[in-house]
């Protein structure tokens, strides 16, 4: 069978190879502590399995407009003026099934093959696929413990060409849980638009921050897209409930495309998606920051004390990155060794990019302390035997 010349540069996820081992040594009967997963380990909020359950029973299993339910739309505008300030019309929202199908608009509505677009190296792996699919180019910008691993507006100049068309990023980025700072944010949004081109800000692990509380770009911006999910700080990864807020101007578009990709995000889900806005599950939601918190205060500082070196603190989403080249040269033989000696599940740092890949490992803090500690000591062991 032949297939599309795309396919050569569309990129595996190495640690799915990982996982795949990991639940095989499972089945053996090894104790496997996952810190690989890249979603919370909490179940959706009890009101909004309720909320989810009593649509699909009552017959809520049409499909709905392309760009989401009316009453979802009001309610993600709410939210953003509760937590931002920021007033927003409830028709610059857009509905998509995850993040990922906001992703995948944006670069179809935006990018023209042979143009490129700026992403950050480390950063979320399936950006690049993206706009690969789209037949755009990926200009991976190397970003430093310096710049937190994040993009600033000299380093956006520094690579920004003829053919460049957009700046995708995220804050708290995955896999550094590192953010970018108001300042930096403002300078970033005046220097894209300066020079022309559009902002994309992937909100994704907002509400999951440990130190402060972050703006978002559309505080500062209406040029700027923001998105957003249900999948990470609201529990409901596999839902696949996500949201665009979309320049006025980009609206038409968007939901052309949304009818076409999608024809609707999953009804049932939107109307979980209602519940979990509501203030009760917002309790609910701050309460497991606060124990995503209390497991980050306990990993970091464990990590760096038996040698990690993490150049830039997790600040938020529930990942550290961190180096491990006092320990081995290549990052991804060192995750599969730990995981067979240890049976500790870790995601190497190739997922993420190529510069300096293999001397960084991701970290992600989603099970509970004492299994954090648990894979902490079974790690010291490993270590002690290089
Ligand atoms: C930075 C970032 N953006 C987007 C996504 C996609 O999430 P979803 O499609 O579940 O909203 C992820 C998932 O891990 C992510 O880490």
Redesign the pocket.
């Known amino acids: 069978m032949k297939f599309a010349d795309r396919m050569e540069k569309i990129e595996p996820f190495y640690v799915m190879a990982l996982l795949g081992r990991a639940k095989q040594l499972e089945s053996e009967g090894v104790d496997v502590i996952h810190l690989e997963v890249?979603?919370p380990d909490f179940p959706s909020p009890s009101r909004v399995v309720k909320a989810g359950m009593e649509a699909m029973a009552s017959g809520l299993t049409h499909y709905t407009p392309a760009t989401g339910l009316p009453l979802l739309k009001n309610k993600i505008a709410d939210f953003y003026l509760q937590r931002y300030g920021v007033q927003l019309d409830p028709y610059r929202v857009i509905v998509t099934?995850?993040?990922?199908?906001?992703?995948q608009a944006l670069i179809a509505l935006l990018v023209n093959p042979g143009e490129n677009v700026l992403l950050t190296d480390p950063g979320?792996p399936?950006?690049r696929n993206f706009v690969t699919m789209y037949g755009g180019i990926v200009k991976s910008v190397a970003v430093s413990a310096k710049d937190q691993f994040q993009f600033s507006a000299d380093t956006i100049r520094a690579n920004w060409d003829n053919n460049t068309r957009a700046v995708l990023m995220?804050s708290p980025?995955?896999p550094t849980g590192t953010v970018v700072s108001d300042e930096a944010l403002i300078a970033i949004a005046n220097t894209v638009a300066s020079l022309e081109g559009t902002l994309i800000v992937?909100e994704?692990?907002h509400g999951l921050t440990y130190d402060q509380s972050l703006s978002t770009v559309l505080q500062y911006s209406d040029e700027a897209f923001a998105?957003n999910?249900?999948?990470?700080y609201f529990g409901m990864?596999g839902w696949?409930?996500?949201w665009v807020i979309a320049p006025e101007v980009a609206v038409p578009g968007l939901e052309k495309l949304c009818q076409n990709m999608f024809l609707a995000p999953p009804t049932v889900a939107q109307y979980g998606a209602i519940a979990a806005l509501e203030p009760e599950a917002l309790v609910e939601l701050e309460e497991r920051r606060v124990e995503f918190k209390r497991r980050r205060d306990y990993l970091e500082p464990a990590l760096r004390s038996i040698g990690f070196i993490i150049p830039a603190s997790s600040e938020g989403?529930f990942y550290i990155y961190a180096d491990i080249s006092a320990f081995a040269a290549d990052s991804y033989q060192f995750c599969i060794d730990l995981l067979e000696k240890t049976g500790v599940a870790i995601t190497p740092g190739i997922d993420f990019g190529t510069i300096n890949a293999k001397r960084y490992v991701r970290f992600a803090y989603t099970t509970s302390v004492p299994r954090l500690q648990d894979a902490v000591s079974r790690i010291e062991g490993f270590i002690a035997t290089l």
């Open positions: 890249g979603e099934p995850g993040s990922s199908g906001g992703l979320y399936c950006n995220a980025s995955n992937d994704i692990y998105i999910s249900f999948s990470k990864t696949r409930i996500g989403a």
